[in-house]
Each structure stands twice: as structure tokens, then as C-alpha cells.
């Protein structure tokens, strides 16, 4: 991956008016379910280096020259490169089998790494088949492993 940022910028982009700590959340119209999840209380906020999202079980050992089509982060590189946030990745997770279950954001984080963000946020949204869990009712050891985060709220 280190290859493949160094390649990008030294090929396309030397630089990025990206910032390299991201505080806003942009959220992708796409997504029908976020609404609902955030509804239902049962969405939270975090922080992670944009790597990071490629630890998580469903994205974790993903081939990236294989999974990530390079004309879609292209894309991606060239709304950073003026200046446009991406959409927040989201992780769909399922707590009463305490596993990831989807993910929509691998472009979007690797973009958010070669534009050489630091901290980007995700959403984790907490469904299990077919219904949305409240934050409230989920097991304190499950949430506590997604430490530190906040309740996300808005829409």
C-alpha cells in the first residue's frame, strides 16, 4: 500500500488541501439504512486511521490491488485533490454475534491514506438481521472494545 501512495503522489498528485485530521461527518446518500439506524439510536462515531478500516474482519486481509477498482479511487484522489470530503465509511456490526457483517468505505479510506490523513471518522452501525440494535441495550463489553467513540445523532 505504501508503494501504491507513493506512486499516486508522485505521479498524479504532489499535494493535498486535504486536512490531515478529520472532523466532519459527510454521510452517503446511498446508505438507506443510516437514517433509521441513527433513528433507533444505534449508530456511534470513531476515529480511526484510515488503515485502520482494513482491520476489521470483513475488510481485514483484502488483496487491494485485487478489491479496489482503481478508477473509483481515482475518483475519489480527485475530490480530495479539490478540496471535497468523501462520504464517512460505515461499518455494519452485528453485536449479538459480536461481528463485523459489511462495510461500505474501502476506497474511501485508502484515498483519505495516500491524501496522507492522519484520523478519519467512521460510523458503526449496529443491526442484527433485520433490526437495528440500540446502543442502550448492546453489552458494554462489546461496545467497550470500540473505545474511544460518541453516540452519533444527527442526520
Given at each position: 500500500?505504501?508503494?501504491?501512495?507513493?506512486?499516486?503522489?508522485k505521479?498524479y498528485y504532489?499535494?493535498?488541501?486535504t486536512?490531515?485530521n478529520?472532523?466532519?461527518?459527510?454521510?452517503?446518500?446511498e446508505?438507506?439504512?443510516?437514517?433509521?439506524?441513527i433513528?433507533?439510536?444505534?449508530?456511534?462515531?470513531?476515529?480511526?486511521?484510515?488503515?485502520?478500516?482494513f482491520?476489521f474482519?470483513?475488510?481485514?486481509?483484502?488483496?487491494?490491488?485485487?478489491?479496489?477498482?482503481p478508477n473509483?479511487?481515482m475518483e475519489?484522489?480527485?475530490?480530495?485533490?479539490?478540496?471535497?470530503?468523501?462520504?464517512?465509511?460505515?461499518?455494519?456490526?452485528?453485536?449479538?454475534?459480536?461481528?463485523?457483517?459489511?462495510?461500505?468505505?474501502?476506497?474511501?479510506?485508502?484515498?483519505?491514506?495516500?491524501?496522507?490523513?492522519?484520523?478519519m471518522?467512521i460510523?458503526?452501525m449496529f443491526?442484527?438481521?433485520?433490526s437495528?440494535?440500540?446502543?442502550?441495550?448492546?453489552?458494554?463489553?462489546?461496545?467497550?472494545?470500540f473505545?474511544p467513540?460518541e453516540?452519533?445523532?444527527?442526520?
Open positions: 500500500v505504501e508503494g501504491l501512495k507513493k506512486y499516486i503522489r505521479k504532489s499535494s493535498f488541501p486536512p490531515k478529520i472532523k466532519n461527518v459527510k454521510l452517503d446518500k446508505q438507506e439504512l443510516l437514517p433509521r439506524a433513528k433507533y439510536n444505534a449508530v456511534i462515531k470513531k476515529y480511526i486511521y484510515p488503515l485502520d478500516f482491520e474482519k470483513n475488510t481485514k486481509g483484502l488483496n487491494l490491488s485485487f478489491w479496489c477498482d473509483a479511487l475519489k484522489l480527485e475530490k480530495l485533490h479539490k478540496g471535497i470530503l468523501l462520504d464517512t465509511p460505515v461499518i455494519r456490526y452485528d453485536p449479538i454475534n459480536n461481528e463485523d457483517i459489511g462495510h461500505e468505505g474501502r476506497h474511501r479510506s485508502l484515498a483519505y491514506y495516500i491524501a496522507g490523513v492522519q484520523r471518522p460510523l458503526i443491526f442484527h438481521f433485520r437495528y440494535i440500540p446502543i442502550e441495550k448492546i453489552d458494554k463489553r462489546i461496545l467497550k472494545k473505545e467513540y453516540v452519533y445523532k444527527k442526520y
